[in-house]
């Protein structure tokens, strides 16, 4: 994937300078410009930060090499100052969202990096309506990093396990792509999970459990082999497939914690595409729910 522009929008919250990590070590993956973007809107003034600054980088810098020198012994991480270009840019308008997009598609960003559940109240507007606007709105990836998410300096600035959720369709295909290709970049592991939703069957009636795993004990290789037949092209012969039955966010995020895994790459196929189970509902709760930093494809 060709990454030449990250737009990283900040309200200066806690979450949104841990999604800055996020921006700089991908900007340094992809050798990638960084554009930080803030929006004043209507009663947006924040008496713990009245001038809007920006953070100092070689502040950040500093900061990231601390918490990570001493776990790492590859030279070129952290990233150092002086490796990435950045540039400030502050709008002013009615709707975050809708300026966050309308910038991302006027100067033409192939990233946005931002941080979910702000600092509360109605003058921060990195909210999680905000973003999850900005995910369904973007003509290009978003990548959310969760408040509580922590793992990404420990793991000493890397992914090491990256989940794919697919259900087939043409969008999950695309979430493979960036996937294999990110993992590739990372060194990272991938993990493919597939959710098939109950159906009420007949033999359900007699196996006292509606699982359809249970019920049809072929499904986990007939799955397997679609896969194959689906994405064997991008994935590597180790990828790690999981077969689970039930809600999809509750299953996915199950997976998350039970694979260890630090990253996942969703599908969203727009408000409006009711006939997959992949929708703007799940990855609205998977963005909300995840431990860790959710990337939406479309």
Do not use: C
Not at 48 to 58: A, D, G, H, S, V
Not at 72 to 93: N, W
Not at 124 to 133: A, Q
Not at 271 to 276: E, I, M, P, Y
């Amino acid at each position: 994937m060709n990454i030449q522009k990250i737009l990283f929008p900040t309200d200066f919250s806690q979450p949104a300078n841990r999604a800055l990590d996020h921006a700089l070590v991908l900007a340094h993956r992809f050798k990638a410009e960084v554009i930080m973007l803030h929006v004043e809107t209507p009663y947006s003034a924040d008496p713990n930060n009245p001038r809007k600054e920006f953070p100092k980088l070689e502040e950040l810098f500093q900061f990231i090499r601390s918490q990570a020198n001493e776990r790492l012994a590859d030279p070129q991480l952290p990233v150092m100052s002086g490796d990435i270009t950045t540039s400030e840019k502050v709008l002013r308008g009615i709707s975050a969202a809708q300026e966050i997009l309308a910038f991302a598609d006027e100067h033409k960003v192939d990233l946005i990096v931002m941080g979910t559940h702000g600092r509360s109240g109605i003058g921060h507007f990195l909210l999680g309506s905000t973003t999850e606007k900005v995910v369904h709105g973007s003509l290009v990836p978003v990548l959310t990093i969760h408040s509580g998410e922590d793992l990404f300096l420990k793991a000493e600035g890397t992914y090491n396990r990256i989940l794919i959720p697919t259900d087939f369709s043409e969008a999950s295909l695309h979430a493979v792509r960036w996937g294999a290709d990110i993992a590739e970049r990372f060194g990272s592991e991938l993990v493919v999970v597939h959710v098939i939703e109950p159906v009420l069957a007949p033999q359900a009636l007699f196996a006292g459990d509606p699982s359809p795993i249970r019920i049809d004990k072929e499904l986990r290789q007939r799955s397997e082999t679609a896969l194959k037949n689906f994405a064997g092209e991008y994935l590597p012969d180790d990828v790690t497939f999981v077969l689970k039955a039930g809600r999809a966010h509750h299953e996915i995020v199950a997976t998350i914690k039970e694979e260890k895994a630090d990253l996942v790459i969703v599908a969203d196929q727009g408000w409006n595409a009711l006939d997959r189970w992949l929708l703007g509902g799940t990855t609205e709760k998977l963005i909300r729910k995840s431990p860790v930093p959710v990337l939406t494809v479309k």
